[in-house]
Structure formats: C-alpha cells, structure tokens
C-alpha cells in the first residue's frame, strides 16, 4: 500500500471514530446542537443570539441557535462586498426518530411496575427498540427562585427496557409482527421500587436539583447501545442517529475546515425534521431567512443586496440515502442505487420531495469531479413513494438552487442504522470541496468557479 493510501486510511478512520464521538455527544436535538456549538466555539466561532443586536464585518465567524436545538453559522470570506457577494450553504437534521415522554411519564402496574407513558417522535422500525438498554436525555425546565431555566440532561444508565413478549404467547411473531404502540412499546424503569415521580426522581439526581423543581420536559428514550467501527476490514459505522447525525458531522467537519474569500459560508443543522420540520426551529420556519436576513443586513447592504445574494447562491441539503440492500436488492431502483463506501450520493426525484435538478446536480457534480471526489446517485425504484428532506422545506422559505444528497445507509430509522465507515470522509471531502469552490451562479443558465 502506497504512503498515502495509508495515510488516506488512517485519516478515515479517525473521521468515522470522530462521528462515534459526536453521535455519543448527541442524544437528543438539544444535545447535537450543544455538540456542533462547542465545535464552532472551539473553532474560534462566536455566538450571537437572536434576541441580541447583531453585529459583524468580513473574516468573522458566527452562529446562532434557535430553541436550543437549531443552529446556523456562517463565515464572510474576507473578499466579501455587501454591494456584491452570494452565500454556499450546507445543512442537515439533528434529531433522530425516537420516543417522547408525555407530561404524565409514568404508567403504574402491573403488579407494582413502572412503565414510561411514550408516544412516538417520527416514523421509527418500532421493532428495533425491543430488548436492548435505554435512557433518557433532551432538556427539562427547572423552577428557579424567580422564574424556569433550562437545563439539559443525558441520564448516563440504562433505566429503562421495552421487553418483548416471548415467543411461546406470540407463536406467530415470526411471520409478521405489528407492535400497537400503546401496549406493547411501553418501557419498563421499575419492578415495584419506584412509581409515579420516577422519571423527575431521577432527573433531578443527574441535575442535582430537588424533583420539585422539574416543572416541565422535553425527554425522548436514547438507545444505549454504543457506536462502533465493524467488518473484517473496518468498512462498515453502525450507531443510533446516523440519520442524520452522519450528514451534520460531515457538513459541520467541512465547513470549520474550509475556506473561502469571496462568499458567506453558512452551515446548518435543524430540529424536527423527522417529525415535517413545521416548527418555530424546523427549516419550514424563518430561522433560516431571518438569520440570512440579518448577516445582509450587519454588512450594510439592503433588501435588493439580499435578493441578488439569493439569486446567486446555492444549498446543499444534507441527509443520509438508502444504499442498496444486499439481502433486498431488488427494492432499489436497477440503475441509480447507491453503494456503501461509494461517496456522497446525489438524490433526486421527480417529484421533487428532493430539491435536485439538473443545474444543481451540473454544478455539485462537476465541483466534486474538480475536486477528484467520488459520489454516486439515488433515484426510488419507480413503485415506491420514498422520502422526502428539508432541502425543498427551506426552499419554501429561502429560495435557492438546491441540491439533496446523503451518505448511503442501510436500516435507515432503526435504531440502530449502519453505513459506510470511509462514507464519513468521503462525505466531508465533498462538501469540502463545495465550501472552497468559489461560485458565480448566473440565474439558472451557467455557472463558473
Ligand atoms: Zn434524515
């Protein structure tokens, strides 16, 4: 093996590592944005909050954060005029689909149980939260001498376990299982030595505040079951929250790692898309135009500046894509299916639930053939409904030319999913790449960079 395939290995497998770091950092969307803040912190980044007065000039670095579980941060290049500049953005989701607790969390007996009372956060494969260790994490509000404050929390145990029923009261089990996910997916915390004020019990334990104190949460089941590198040759990551935790790493990774002079590099990660992104901090909501909004206005420049930005400038909607199923491969379209350790993949449909079109996929594809950086393509087989990303939500806010892409996965919406270890670096090279291109959009007639 060549030097620099050696050393081109050992960097992917210290980004795939790096993923297994950051997912464990991110338990819920409160915490990915907790993670991706203290990245962009450390990077020199600086936080400006919404409620704040804004003020900023070429060659700084910031973000914001919306409910705590949004983020958007750019970088104007040094070369940026207000009079004349565009902006590159990359953006993808933070939360994953999982269980929330219900304001009453406990569900009493039988025979002395405690249950946890959850109700579904997007649209997860129910069977695969069945018998392995879970917790709790997200934020709770806690009752200060004058007023609440936020605070987040992991509980870091497992407190809790969905049991399967045994197979001996379900015979047919194997030919077909539909959980009711009243009955059958409520997790077990207690044999009988705790009961109503178990969850806030143990809250309050992590938190160091008395229970009385919690006055409201937003607490989802974590699967406990810790991330790994796998294979016989170390080619495959398997972790809870691929989807999409996989895409916000690597935006977030090329983004601190790149630079560009002449245009604002934004990047992006919001809450509640796997629940249709219809939230004050989903990209349906304004987070994205009244951050773009501002950053045109810090610089001087006015209203027609910002649509000539707009005009101008391209998104790259980031989040993870079905590879072809080796045991199932014929649920993949014949030709447009992508493979683990492929590269970035480029989705589109004709539908337009994935924002693609030929202009972006020109643009994305031949900025990565520039860069010699792989990437592949994604269509649904032609019976099949498939997906939809927050890449043509936002674009019903902020219009811009829009690509969707992802790294190929498999088991997408288990709970715990598995993708391509060297896909982390591939990814991140990719929009890399993106990042240090220097675009000049003309309408949707040409491009050059
Ligand atoms: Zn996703």
């Given amino acids: 093996m060549a030097p620099e395939d050696i050393d081109g ?10 993923l297994v770091s950051f997912i464990e950092e991110s338990p819920s969307m409160f915490h990915t944005a907790a993670a991706i803040r203290a990245r962009l912190d450390a990077a020199g980044f600086t936080y400006l909050p919404e409620g704040e007065a804004w003020h900023m000039a070429p060659g700084d670095r910031c973000y914001t954060v919306r409910n705590g579980s949004s983020v958007v941060a750019w970088r104007i290049g040094d070369k940026v005029e207000s009079a004349h500049y565009h902006f590159q953005l990359a953006a993808a989701h933070g939360d994953s689909p999982t269980f929330k607790l219900k304001a009453n969390p406990e569900l009493e007996g039988p025979d002395g149980c405690t249950r946890l009372n959850v109700e579904a956060y997007g649209g997860m494969i129910d069977y695969t939260w069945f018998d392995r260790p879970l917790s709790l994490a997200g934020r709770v509000m806690v009752r200060t001498q004058r007023g609440v404050e936020s605070r987040l929390v992991s509980l870091d145990e497992d407190v809790a376990i969905i049991p399967s029923l045994a197979i001996h009261m379900n015979r047919e089990v194997n030919k077909g299982f539909a959980p009711n996910r009243a009955h059958d997916l409520c997790p077990l915390i207690s044999a009988g030595a705790r009961g109503r004020g178990a ?44 989807d999409d935790l996989m895409c916000a790493y690597a935006a977030l990774r090329a983004f601190v790692t790149s630079s560009n002079e002449h245009d604002i590099s934004v990047f992006a990660c919001f809450d509640n898309e796997e629940v249709g992104s219809e939230t004050k901090q989903g990209a349906a909501s304004t987070l994205l135009s009244d951050a773009l909004a501002r950053i045109n206005g810090a610089l001087g420049a006015g209203a027609e500046n910002l649509r000539r930005a707009l005009a101008s ?21 014949g030709e447009n299916a992508p493979r683990i350790n492929g590269g970035l993949v480029i989705k589109e449909a004709a539908n337009q639930h994935y924002c693609t079109d030929a202009f972006s996929r020109a643009v994305l594809a031949s900025v990565l053939d520039d860069a010699r950086v792989p990437y592949q393509t994604f269509a649904n087989r032609s019976d099949m409904a498939g997906g939809s990303t927050l890449g043509n939500i936002s674009n019903t806010q902020v219009s811009l030319h829009a690509v969707d892409v992802g790294c190929a996965q498999l088991a997408m919406h288990s709970s715990f999913e598995t993708a391509g270890a060297h896909d982390v670096a591939n990814a991140i090279d990719a929009l890399r790449a993106f990042f240090c291109a220097d675009l000049k959009i003309r ?3 040409a491009a050059t960079w």
């Fill in 443 to 445: 309408e949707a007639d």
């Fill in 313 to 333: 400038s391209m998104l790259v909607s980031c989040d993870n894509a079905h590879a072809r199923h080796p045991n199932r491969p014929e649920m993949a379209d």
């Fill in 9 to 18: 290995r050992e960097a992917s497998a210290d980004e795939a590592r790096g």
């Fill in 199 to 242: 969850v806030d019990a143990l809250v309050a334990a992590a938190l160091g505040v008395d229970s009385d104190a919690i006055v409201a949460r937003d607490l989802f089941l974590v699967s406990r079951v810790p991330g790994r590198v796998w294979g016989a040759d170390d080619e495959f990551i398997s972790a809870p929250r691929l």
